[in-house]
């Protein structure tokens, strides 16, 4: 008896905790102010671009989404050997331009311009994107500290299947996941709020592995997780070994990391692309055309909705005072909002009319705005403009031409703006060298396959001044510190060796006081009767 009544008072005192975790953390008046979900986050123009704010980390120049760019460039590239093109008619390409720079000069980013086809990783990875900061402000404003979050998975067939079974083996998983969806929502103990069905490639066997990653939500208390727990294997008759299906609690601080991963794109395209497995891959585009593996479920729907509703959106976003990854509400901007937002930077305040962008497969150099400026290494925020249809043979930065839109005005006024909060002129050295290191790594990177970089003479020749300069400062230091270990490990080494001989010294001596007649005490190198 004494031992159910300490295990229920052990379970009390760990859901008391529990609660204690999802309860937001107070904060003393001088700490910073994070950014919460509730938070409308405030559009941020080229004005604020050279303004001084604290480096956390996590910008790196054509780093993040290159990783999954490069994978869609090895699908799209399979996909053209089988006679599919996942590329934008005409081989068009899309530019990110670095803004604040003078005006004959540029340096880009070029990358290719795909289909809007989510089995290409890049693609598919800016809406599990947007889906990871839905579920994060939906756990934030609707979830914590009333109900908990929860992970669930399990396979979704009883064995793997080959790509002749995977259509109708996607259409029975699903149909299998609605009906327990269905039955858990009825029994009061757990609602889905978000579903992605998987199906990783196993090369050496030619088939896939279906299996859900869903997020779901249930009282507080781990026994409810285990009533849920119970139920779902109760109703999922397939698995007769009940082995694969796991549902785990997410405790508060781990929340934003299970939803990136259980929202991360799908890579089987990919899988299939790199065992160049070319009937297959070709079986798999046909079969897979057109299917969606996620869905949003539940409470997360109605919560999308109201954002919807009110003009806005979720988005993650990196606070500038804590450099903490967190989710916030963005009003929805369209094109000529947009447009109203550069003019209003401009000096002077004087609105001129922008020439209308030209539209249709031909049209070349499209300026689609600016994104949002973020924190450099050094801690300045700098400002990319967008290109769509980027040709570089009729791009003439010289002249002012070759973009229809306002390019070369958003480049003067992020120059000016630099100018203004640094306090100083105008340095392409100084202006490049916190991105100098990033940028030659692009150049120097081999594998051109995903991204290409454009830049003018002379933004070339000072990136190879600043890393010359770089390389000298670091031979100098290699050089200093190789002297100083030198020096100290002789002298280190000259300290053994003196105390592993003091005993050979020590009978030297008495050996010559000994054949001169002089007679001294017995030291620790020699031994007296």
């Known amino acids: 008896m004494k031992k159910n009544n300490a295990g229920q008072s052990r379970e009390q ?6 609660r204690r975790d999802h309860q937001p953390l107070k904060q003393n008046s001088g700490q910073a102010k994070h950014i919460h979900g509730h938070e409308v986050l405030p559009p941020k123009t080229l ?55 003078p005006d004959n000069e540029y340096l880009a980013i070029c990358y290719p311009a795909f289909k809007h086809d989510k089995r290409l990783p890049s693609v598919a990875m800016v ?14 404003t609707k979830v914590q500290g009333r109900a908990q979050l929860a992970a669930l998975t399990f396979p979704a067939l009883e064995s793997r299947v080959s790509i002749d079974s995977y259509a109708d083996g996607v259409a029975l998983a699903f149909k299998r996941m609605n009906k327990l969806k269905t039955a858990l929502r009825k029994s009061g103990m757990g609602d889905f709020v978000y579903v992605q069905l998987e199906a990783p490639f196993q090369p050496e066997t030619e088939s896939f592995y279906l299996h859900f990653h869903i997020f779901l939500t249930f009282d507080l208390g ?30 508060h601080q781990d ?45 997360l729907k109605d919560t999308v909705r109201e954002l919807k509703a009110q003009g806005r959106r979720a988005k993650l976003s990196q606070c500038e005072n804590t450099g903490r990854l967190s989710v916030c509400l963005v009003e929805k901007v369209g094109r000529r909002e947009l447009g109203a937002i550069e003019k209003s930077d401009r000096k002077g305040g004087g609105e001129q009319a922008s020439p209308k962008p030209k539209t249709g497969d031909k049209a070349k150099n499209i300026y ?60 392409l050295k100084e202006f490049l060298s916190p991105i100098a290191d990033d940028i030659m790594r692009l150049l120097r990177d081999s594998d051109v396959q995903s991204y290409t970089v454009v830049a003018s003479p002379n933004v070339l020749k000072t990136l190879l001044q600043i890393q010359k300069e770089r390389e000298q400062r670091s031979r100098c230091q290699k050089r200093v510190q190789r002297r100083r270990f030198g020096q100290k490990r002789f002298a280190r080494t000259l300290r053994r060796w003196a105390s592993k001989m003091s005993g050979v010294f020590d009978w030297l001596k008495n050996s010559m006081n000994r054949i001169s007649g002089k007679t001294s005490r017995p030291s620790s190198g020699t031994f007296s009767n």
């Not at 604290?54 to 054509?62: P, W």
């Open 13 to 18: 005192r760990r859901c008391a905790q529990r």
């Open 47 to 101: 004005c604020q671009v050279g303004r001084k704010v604290e480096y956390h980390g996590g910008f790196r120049l054509g780093s993040g989404s290159k990783r999954y760019r490069k994978m869609s460039a090895v699908v799209a590239e399979m996909a053209a050997e089988v006679g599919h093109d996942l590329y934008r008619p005409g081989k068009k390409k899309a530019a990110q331009f670095l803004l604040g720079l």
């Open 127 to 140: 809406d599990a994107t947007q889906t990871a900061a839905n579920l994060q402000y939906h756990y934030e």
């Open 222 to 251: 781990d026994v409810h997780r285990r009533r849920a727990l119970a139920f779902i294997k109760e109703n999922s008759p397939w698995l007769q070994s009940k082995a694969g299906v796991h549902l785990i609690r997410i405790a």
């Open 255 to 299: 929340v934003a990391r299970s939803i990136r991963y259980g929202t991360k794109p799908s890579t089987t395209a990919y899988e299939i692309a790199t065992s160049e497995n070319k009937k297959v891959f070709e079986a798999y585009l046909a079969v897979s055309k057109g299917r969606r593996l996620t869905r949003t479920e539940g409470s």
């Open 368 to 427: 689609c705005g600016c994104g949002r400026p973020v924190a450099s290494p050094d801690g300045r925020l700098l400002a990319f403009g967008y290109v769509q249809n980027f040709c570089e043979k009729s791009f003439e930065p010289s002249s002012g031409k070759g973009i229809h839109g306002n390019l070369f005005e958003a480049n003067r006024i992020a120059r000016h703006a630099w100018e203004t909060n640094t306090g100083k002129s105008f340095d």
